[in-house]
């Protein structure tokens, strides 16, 4: 069966911008994870939904960042007014359940100029 | 505060020999930890994932234990092949929120 899909797989983006980026989950999965990884890091933990709401969203850095999962499918992740900072690899990853095992996607390398 | 440790950041081995990477926890009440690989550009691929009952969990040439008194959970690699060489990631689930934590990884190069 598919995988967890994200797309793009890459964007470049100018200081200022608004960005949307899309994780597609294994259907099925009820949870749903938004992490941010930088170079030689591990992911950072951003935002975790458990069906539509956003069950814990204490990772997200500030308020120019925000995430929907309307339907408890596909989620987006947005980011306002983007800073050179944002630029980075944004993973998502669902699971059967909350702290169950997470599968992840290919990620979507974000870079602002 | 909660923080995960891995350590060495890199290690460097040749092809056959058995390895040991490390992870420590400084919050010991944890619902479960996951270990993963990650390839260069690719995304996180689950190789274990172990309860907070359990002590180890085993798959093929990997085992990965856990032992929450000194804070510390291992991942064994047996007969190591140059295929193994990633970056191994472990991730620590919180009881209190759910919260979820990785380590800084471990970048394992095996060399034929």
């Known amino acids: 069966g598919a995988g967890v899909s994200q797309t793009p797989s890459n964007k470049v983006t100018e200081k200022g911008k608004y960005v949307e980026l899309r994780c597609d989950p294994i259907?099925?999965?009820?949870?749903l994870y938004w992490y941010r990884q930088s170079l030689g890091q591990g992911p950072e933990f951003l935002i975790y939904f458990q069906g539509t709401g956003a069950a814990d969203d204490s990772g997200l850095p500030n308020d120019r960042f925000f995430a929907v999962r309307p339907e408890g499918s596909v989620s987006t992740l947005k980011i306002q007014r983007t800073e050179r900072g944002d630029s980075a690899v944004y993973l998502c990853?669902?699971?059967?359940?909350?702290?169950?095992?997470?599968?992840f996607g290919p990620g979507t390398r974000l870079t602002v100029l | 505060k909660q923080e995960v440790t891995q350590i060495p950041a890199a290690l460097s081995v040749p092809e056959g020999e058995n390895l040991v990477l490390n992870c420590s926890f400084t919050?010991?009440?944890?619902?479960?930890l996951q270990w993963f690989r990650q390839d260069p550009g690719k995304g996180l691929t689950s190789l274990l994932l172990?309860?907070?009952?359990?002590r180890e969990q085993t798959s093929g040439r990997l085992n990965a234990s856990l032992d929450k008194s000194s804070g510390r959970s291992t991942l064994y690699i047996a007969a190591s092949q140059p295929g193994d060489s990633a970056t191994y990631l472990c991730q620590m689930i919180y009881n209190q929120g759910g919260k979820l934590i990785f380590g800084q990884g471990t970048e394992l190069s095996v060399k034929p």
């Open positions: 172990i309860q907070s009952s359990q």
């Open positions: 990853a669902s699971s059967f359940g909350p702290n169950n095992e997470q599968f």
């Open positions: 919050d010991s009440a944890i619902y479960n």
């Open positions: 259907s099925g999965h009820t949870a």
